[in-house]
């Protein structure tokens, strides 16, 4: 069965830090694919980056990178000079292999970050 | 843009009754997805569909039921409201039938339903 774990039900971080969000998962499958999204108190989930496993290197967008560590299973999402735009839940999603049209994508619990002045 | 939209935004209901939550999605996604989001527990699949008329449980699909009748609309059904169905509930879709693994969802902003 595949599993994603986050820790840290919430953090405080001040701005213009960077932060890391941790994330663990479980999986067989041979291929997967990670995700990190972005919930704002308005409600929408927004993608943020995705990591394969087969990738050389880590994933990087703008200041959002993944720490992937393949044989520990984590993919850690580090936000770089923290805003307080960056204030939201943030939630680790993995999709594995198998299942074709069913391949289902499966969420943590989600970590609440705080960004402080 | 891909634009995924939930009818309502706040919905509040009594216990039994039959509850519609709608959908649409206008991008000719293929799969679309139902989730519900509760504090601690993440999100969790309710149900889901590949193909019009076509549906598959999620992780948690006791209470519900869904209807999907056009490739654009999936509805997600409460036959009898309970409390404890009080929660986020979060719709998805996505583009392709093959399910790779770097296919990402796209999300509606969410309906929060209250139970009284």
């Known amino acids: 069965a595949q599993k994603i774990t986050q820790t840290q039900p919430g953090m405080f971080v ?25 919930q704002p108190s308005s409600g929408e989930m927004i993608f943020l980056i995705y990591q394969g496993s087969y990738d050389q290197q880590n994933a990087t967008e703008g200041r959002y990178s993944l720490n992937f560590q393949k044989a520990r299973k984590s993919a850690n999402l580090v936000i770089s ?12 999603a993995m999709r594995g292999t198998y299942g074709g049209a069913t391949n289902k994508l499966i969420f943590g619990t989600g970590t609440l970050l705080a960004v402080q002045p | ?22 959908c ?8 679309m997805f139902w989730y519900r989001q509760d504090p601690g527990l993440g999100l969790r699949l309710i149900y889901f569909s590949y193909d019009v008329k076509m549906k598959e449980k999620g992780d948690i699909p006791e209470g519900y039921s869904v209807s999907r009748e056009k490739k654009e609309r999936f509805s997600l059904i409460l036959e009898s409201a309970s409390t404890n169905q009080t929660s986020m509930y979060l719709c998805a879709s996505s583009p392709s039938r093959t399910g790779k693994t770097n296919e990402k969802l796209f999300f509606g902003s969410g309906t929060q339903l209250s139970v009284l």
């Open chain 2, 1 to 22: 843009d891909v634009k995924v939209t939930q009818s309502s935004r706040y919905l509040v209901k009594r216990t039994g009754e039959k509850v519609f939550l709608e």
């Open chain 2, 24 to 31: 649409v999605q206008d991008m000719d996604h293929e799969n």
């Open chain 1, 14 to 38: 001040q701005e213009k830090e960077a932060v890391t969000l941790d994330c663990t998962y479980d999986t067989s499958d041979p291929s997967y694919g990670l995700f990190w999204y972005k």
């Open chain 1, 81 to 92: 000079a923290s805003q307080l735009g960056d204030s939201a839940m943030y939630f680790c």
